[in-house]
């Protein structure tokens, strides 16, 4: 989609947006949140026209002119026009910036398919969207930021649709390294030598049992100054069968998305270089398969983590956090970051807790969780805070190791799991596992594909300054 923010004197459709009565035709439009309706031209020479309602102007904040710009392109989509002009809208409560940031956002992220393999896809004219009536002076500026955003969670997407015979750690790795050099930053991608180097036997137990061999991705971006380095960290199982604590059928359909975490933190990393800020950012993905075969590692392995404590393994499928476990260490312990936000597809008890829309958030620092809340309000992305009581501890307690990878409060446990290899370091802990991807969408712009949570909070959050 091609964006220009001035007018154009031959659209297929202009688009007048009103308020809820504003305008009221009869019962046809009454400028209702998300209404759309259609003033079909009979003259070929003149443009159809399109009334899209907003609600009630008292209401609109910058989520919901994002969800419902979503709903207009998706219409759009629907009735296949390609040059729209969106004519000069009455901004509300929002200041002018604000306005144009949500409603490209809306637009953009929910310009995404992933049509890579359908055979018939000939339709592949882009879209033209002309904006009327902002006069900013940095109108270019939001649009350019915004585009590099929407572009790197478009690759995270297109990451995350793959499927496992076409992305395994290597091909995720090789993906990254594109992106890192397309948008400047540096990566360096360690082989098995290099992390058996490392002491990294609780990443590298997960992929006994498969010829797709692990990665480490180490991701650095410094703009910053003598700024502190952020850490951060993704999940990035791309294929999660369970091993022989083997999933279901149900369950195993869409473990080709279990690297979420990864692809949006390759996705931040993108955004926050390609926008040039300011800051110094590190990350790690540790990247494999959990499949099953002879070698696979199997439940009552005991292995022993970088940071030198031994784990029993009691369910092969509690996987993600044996690789979090080594790579948390690694980025706090061997790359000095002050801070650090992991993101994964951890838990599927986090879905049957909150369903799609709201990420259980984890800290270990008040003040940190306070800063990322504020920042999530503005991007609109759901959180709720989930307790990190030492209490829990024993629920990961073994009776022949140093802790066991699994304990029932499953989300919790997970997460009491990871603090034990990150100590004192501010730390955010966010499960994706059931907003990664939406079912049923609740983000308007994510229901053509993954939802690209966390990574325009994460992008903010260190943009302004943590
Ligand atoms: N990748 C899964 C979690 C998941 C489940 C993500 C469904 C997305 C949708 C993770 O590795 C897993 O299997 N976790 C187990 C943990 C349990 C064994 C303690 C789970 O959720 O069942
Ligand atoms: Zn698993
Ligand atoms: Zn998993």
């Not at 035709?25 to 159809?48: A, T």
Request: hydrophobic share 35%; net charge negative; glycine share 6%.
């Amino acid at each position: 989609m091609n964006f220009y923010l001035k007018n154009f004197d031959k659209p297929e459709v202009i688009v007048h947006t009103y308020y809820e009565n504003d305008k009221k035709i009869k019962d046809l439009f009454e400028g209702k949140e998300g209404e759309i309706v259609l003033i079909p031209s009979l003259d070929e020479n003149k443009p159809h026209i399109l009334y899209f309602g907003l609600g009630e102007k008292e209401k609109l904040n910058n989520n919901l002119l994002r969800n419902n710009c979503a709903k207009l392109l998706k219409k759009i989509d629907e009735l296949k026009f390609k040059n729209i002009l969106i004519e000069k809208i009455d901004f509300g409560n929002l200041d002018e910036e604000k306005f144009l940031k949500a409603m490209v956002e809306g637009l953009l992220l929910t310009d995404y398919d992933f049509k890579k393999y359908k055979s018939d896809d000939k339709d592949k004219t882009e879209k033209n969207v002309y904006i009327n009536g902002f006069n900013i002076s940095n109108k270019n500026n939001i649009l350019n930021e915004v585009s590099n955003i929407a572009k790197a969670i478009n690759n995270a997407r297109d990451m995350i649709a793959e499927p496992t015979n076409n992305l395994y750690p290597e091909e995720l790795a090789k993906r990254a390294v594109e992106i890192a050099n397309e948008s400047g930053f540096k990566i360096e991608v360690l082989e098995e030598d290099k992390i058996k180097e490392l002491g990294m036997e609780a990443f590298l137990t997960v992929s006994k049992g498969t010829k797709n061999r692990p990665r480490l991705i180490v991701m650095e971006y410094n703009n910053g100054g003598d700024k502190d380095f952020i850490g951060l960290v993704g999940k990035g199982l791309t294929c999660d069968t369970g091993g022989y604590s083997i999933k279901s059928h149900e369950g195993l359909k869409y473990m080709k998305s279990d690297m979420s975490g990864a692809a949006y933190v390759i996705a931040i990393m993108s955004s926050l270089a390609k926008n040039k800020c300011k800051v110094n950012v590190k990350a790690v993905v540790a990247t494999c398969e959990n499949v099953l075969d002879g070698n696979s590692y199997k439940p009552g392995d005991i292995v022993k983590s970088m940071k030198g404590k031994t784990i029993e393994v009691l369910n092969t499928d509690a996987e993600g956090r044996l690789t979090l476990a080594d790579a948390l260490y690694y980025i706090i312990d061997k790359q000095k970051v002050s801070k650090v936000i992991d993101m994964a597809t951890l838990t599927g008890l986090a879905g049957s807790t909150f369903g799609s829309l709201f990420t259980p958030i984890f800290s270990n620092n008040d003040e940190f969780y306070e800063k990322f809340m504020e920042t999530a309000k503005e991007t609109g992305e759901d959180f709720w805070r989930m307790p990190l009581d030492e209490r829990y501890r024993s629920y990961i307690d073994s009776d022949v190791a140093d802790m066991k990878n699994t304990g029932s409060a499953g989300t919790i446990t997970a997460s009491m799991f990871l603090k034990e290899f990150v100590d004192d370091t501010p730390w955010i802990h966010l499960d994706i596992a059931a907003t990664a991807i939406q079912w049923p969408v609740v983000y308007e712009y994510s229901s053509k594909g993954a939802s690209g949570v966390t990574v325009r909070t994460i992008y903010e959050l260190i943009n302004k300054g943590v």
